[in-house]
């Protein structure tokens, strides 16, 4: 016994195999929606019939081939041309597994829905068996259309009588599990050919039942199956001599019908066995197919190992005599001692080698026979295949009808006769295109200006690339690009007024909308996807070879300018990926992020250059097949958009998909209440500077985050955790939030929660505080540097301004306008200070020289007004002295003349407030230029007018405590 050979059949997943009655042809069926029919194991050119998206299982009769996929819900015929012969019967859910006798005219079906249908082929009648409470996972049909069998995820196996339409016994021998694809076992059941026994898998052994009485008559076993290794899948050889079965980590046993072990055939790839079939008419061949998507041949299923050797011409005896070792010739000779002598020796398969490369492991791979014999097994890793280039919202291929794109602009689909329709979402964008497709274009990109259709190309016809500006009123509005001999195109994107183009040589082409070539960028890799959007063009590349269970993928992020020609370029930098996962879906969302989608669901944004997780498809679907197919991100409302599909991973073209959306969600472990809170408060406070792109926007933002951050602070306080409700208050952004969280602390009687708060205002305080002098400082070194010039004209309204001159004019507008941005600055400086309304200071306006504290006084009166620079710190006493020598005016004059103790912030700040304080007689009387008055100053109180002394000061700690306690 021995494997003829292992080929790649279908694309991951659980894989329906079953011979044709005249066993010359193998029928195959797998996720990829394709039945194959193959010839032999050698068979390069099998015949490929697409009969849905994913294909689940497959039965032959000797005239005609039933299939069930995904989505349809029925029971397909085809004859064995492959051209379809109707629909069988049909169930509420995918069908999962069928089988037929040999003339088709009865078939078996079972179905995710729990439920069993015996169909009559000629009179199209159904009989329904009802009883299981799981999905079905395998059904068996007796040739003498008695009895049928199935096996379901509910745990178990029971046989029915077709006519009665009854259960006449159920066995409990089945791992129960949840859905059919999270099943360990497909638990495959088969009658012999005259029906008498059946041969049934029972975890780590394998029994056979008799008919009527359905008793275990025979059970058989092996010790060299791993731990926790079963049998998934049985059958009968069709001399009934032999019974095979396959197990969850890929190995084989044989069995005689009297229970001796014949065969453990390790197929060294480790996978389970989902099906294995015996030839019909030869029984020395079997085929079998792992959940890899791959399938195999058997051979000498029945041979012996030593039969063998009796079909040579000469016996490994006779073969040993004629190199045997006899001394007792002087004149013989022995091969052995002359390879002993020389250093020589043979290796584990007979191979003559130098005794130094003894230890070496021979390049030539292992039958799996001799692995039988042999007690050193060395296992090979799985290579792991690049994932191949797809172009986003575009189904597969080999689709029949499928989609070239399907993003938030419109669709573009193949519809009969290979023709291309154009459908947009919105009818103001244009009205519906349609094209010829005589190039058998099978790639496209779509805007609300430019379609762009593209070939990917072959050594015959090169890479083609058509574009469409169809927003153009010239009747000739296209253009077209050939690629280079040799160069194919990969990927194709469009963004406002270019056109990427990736090709087979790693090359990025720009050009404008228009043809104008631009630029060709080198990628690090080759192009997995491309998208664009506005100016930013969103490009993965596989970065290395992937390690097993994990692909390595690259990207780029490219903002496109056409007018300059240079591009700049962010990247390649790692893009991460779900284990055992692929890509799925790129894109850009309405606020040009990029964003990714993999096959386990999970979408992913770029956030500050750090990916992040933010929502999971999966989790939102109920069956464990359903795929959310995603068209595009929505990030100002915060949802993910697309069709849900059934038992699939793409949707059919017709009828239109109805359109679905999932909220965004990020993977956090909290949920409930303060979870959701938590949800909000990140996609109000860490994705707002992307999802918000104007001030109404951000102001709803802030707001979205104050609300959370006080909901969070009132649960913490509800639930008695003070130290989170400070901590919450920390994240707080401004004192008025704070002082929010104080009065809501009082009110609940949380006194010593409330003095806390006072003091974490405080900090606040000052922190705001010390961020706005380092910002006065700057700004004031740029007052000194650049307004010294401007400043000097005190009086410039009584002179003559030539307004018609236009660079005058400039300069006196952008003297307005920087004083109202300091107006504005001024206005945020003591966070505690009582807002005035615009009428109550409307008293205090005056005109001519601005100062700096009269800035928030300021009134537009028509009147050009300007404004001296603010001092600057003192830097040393040298600078002092120069500033007491040199004449001043306005607050500098007031803060030389007078004293005002602690450091140069201190000293500022009580200058500033004591300025503030003065009444506006004494004020104008700093308007003159003087030099200061070093001896002799001035004293306030004397010159100040009985009344107008300055008010005390209350400190800001005394405030809060009365806020907080509700004092006045």
Known sequence: MSIEGVRFAHTKGRVSLSYSRKGKQIFSLGLDGELRIWSGIDDDDCKNIIVGEEGFAV???????????????????????????????????????????????????????????????????????????????????????????????????????????????????????????????????????????????????????????????????????????????????????????????????????????????????????????????????????????????????????????????????????????????????????????????????????????????????????????????????????????????????????????????????????????????????????????????????????????????????????????????????????????????????????????????????LFTSWGIQREVLSLSGSPVSTVGSGRKLFVCVNSASPIPKQQSFSYYVIDVDVKKGLSEVSGPLPLPITPESELYWIGMSDTNSPVTTDTQGIVRMLVNNAWMPVCDTKADLIGKMDTFYVTCVDQIDGQVRGVKCKGARYPQTIPKPSPSRITLEMPFTVTGEKGALEQKLVFASLLKHVRYTNEDMQSRAKEEEVECLMKLFALACRSDQEDRAIEICKLMADVDSVQMAIKYAAKIRRVGLASKLNDVALSLTDSLNKHQADEEENDSSHGDTNGDDESQDMFADSQDLPLNNPLLATKSVYGLAYADSQTTKQKARNPFAIKSSENSNASDRSDGIIFDSQASKAENTGKKTYRFPKPTAKKSSLHSTEKENKELKGFPLFRAEESFPGSEEESQELALAKWKSLDKSIRESYRLPRIPKVNGKRKLSEESPTGQEKKSKSSISSKLSGFAFGSS
């Not at 996972?137 to 339409?165: E, N």
């Not at 005589?438 to 609300?448: D, I, Q």
């Not at 574009?467 to 040799?486: R, V």
């Open 59 to 509: 039965a032959v009769a000797s005239e005609r081939v039933f299939v069930s996929t995904s989505e349809t819900n029925s029971v397909q015929a085809y004859d064995l041309d492959g051209e379809s012969d109707g629909v069988i019967t049909k169930f509420t859910s995918d069908v999962t597994c069928l089988d037929t006798v040999e003339s088709g005219t009865l078939v078996v079906s079972g179905s995710a829905d729990m439920n069993i249908k015996i169909s009559d082929t000629e009179n199209y009648k159904d009989k329904d068996l009802t009883g299981h409470k799981g999905p079905i996972l395998s059904v068996a049909l007796d040739p003498l259309k008695k009895f049928a069998v199935s096996s379901s995820c509910d745990g178990t196996l029971v046989i029915w009588d077709i006519a009665q339409k009854t259960k006449v016994k159920s066995f409990d021998w089945v791992p129960k599990s949840n859905d059919v694809s999270n099943s360990s076992t497909v638990c495959a059941m088969k009658f012999n050919r005259s029906g008498s026994h059946l041969v049934v898998p029972k975890g780590d052994s394998v029994v056979t039942l008799g008919r009527e009485s359905w008793n275990i008559d025979l059970t058989l076993t092996t010790d060299k199956l791993e731990k926790e290794e079963i049998f998934t899948c049985a059958d009968w050889t069709q001399n009934l001599e032999f019974v095979l079965a396959g197990t969850s980590k890929g190995n084989i046993c044989v069995w005689s019908k009297d229970g001796t072990m014949r065969h453990f055939l390790v197929t060294e790839r480790n996978y389970a066995i989902c099906a294995l079939v015996c030839n019909p008419v030869n029984p020395e061949e079997a085929s079998f197919a792992d959940s890899q998507g791959y399938w195999g041949m058997i051979g000498s299923v029945c041979t012996e190992s030593e039969a063998n050797s009796k079909q040579e011409l000469i016996s490994q005896e006779e073969l040993g005599e004629l190199f045997k070792d006899d001394d007792e010739d002087e004149l013989s000779f022995s091969i052995s001692k002359i390879q002993a002598e020389t250093g020589f020796a043979k290796d584990d398969e007979g191979h003559l080698i130098h005794g130094d490369r003894l230890e070496i492991p021979s390049s030539r791979p292992g039958s799996a026979a001799s692995s039988c014999v042999s007690s050193r097994v060395v296992r090979r890793e799985e290579q792991v295949k690049l994932q191949s280039p797809f172009q986003p919202g575009a189904s597969p291929e080999h689709f029949t009808f499928r989609f070239l794109v399907y993003n938030d602009v419109g669709i573009v689909k193949t519809i009969q006769e290979n023709n291309i329709d154009v459908d947009f979402h919105d009818s103001s964008t244009h009205y519906n295109l349609f094209y010829r497709n005589p190039e058998n274009f099978t790639m496209a990109a779509l805007t609300n200006k430019v379609l762009v259709l593209a070939r990917h190309g072959d050594d015959e016809a090169g890479g083609k690339v058509t574009i469409h500006n169809f927003k153009s009123s010239e009747s000739n509005n296209e253009w077209t690009l050939d690629l280079p001999s040799g160069e194919f195109v990969v990927g194709v994107a469009a963004g406002e007024g270019w056109v990427a183009v990736s090709t087979s040589l790693n090359y990025m082409r």
